[in-house]
């Protein structure tokens, strides 16, 4: 039931969901972890925006990435569900992972992903499972939810897979 972000990122690199030169971001980013493998995807040419509401938490993710070394990342804190910051028709790709469990409008979220996405970029979910037994006790969207989600926003669904208790969701903006 434990995730395995090197996995995850390696599989979006092979299927080239994620390409070095991309830009991208990395929707509740936390502590940086998958943002410092998304950041190395991209590359120096490429960039990373490292989003969350919380600052204490933007803080942690900084100091994790500059003990990496790694540059081609920007931190924004800001409220998901109202805007990330960026502008429209910007990104290849914006990142999400385990944050619309969190959300008491995760439609919010994922709009915000499709206002910021060029044409044809890609939706990156990644979302605990009803049967995750680490969440348990939360609130958690089940894959119609999620799917559900994606499509009112007309993201067309590329691909959906379950990996160690998550769901892993690819849309095509």
Do not use: W
Request: contains cysteine.
């Amino acid at each position: 039931m434990f995730l395995r972000p090197s996995d995850i990122i390696q599989e979006l690199r092979i299927k080239k969901y994620i390409i070095p030169g991309m830009v991208g971001a990395d929707f509740g980013c936390g502590g940086g972890y998958f943002t410092s493998l998304l950041a190395n995807e991209v590359g120096v040419e490429g960039k990373i925006y490292a989003i969350d509401v919380q600052e204490e938490v933007l803080k942690e993710a900084q100091e994790f990435l500059k003990n990496l070394h790694i540059n081609n990342v920007k931190f924004l804190r800001q409220n998901l569900e109202i805007t990330s910051g960026l502008e429209p028709n910007y990104l290849d790709f914006v990142f999400i992972s385990q944050v619309l469990y969190q959300s008491e409008y995760p439609e919010k979220i994922i709009s915000e992903a499709k206002r910021v996405l060029k044409d044809n970029g890609y939706l990156i979910l990644l979302e605990p499972q009803e049967s995750n037994h680490l969440f348990l006790s939360q609130k958690i969207y089940s894959l119609d939810d999620l799917i559900q989600f994606l499509e009112n926003q007309q993201f067309k669904i590329n691909e959906v897979k379950s990996i160690n208790g998550y769901y892993l969701i690819i849309g095509i903006k």
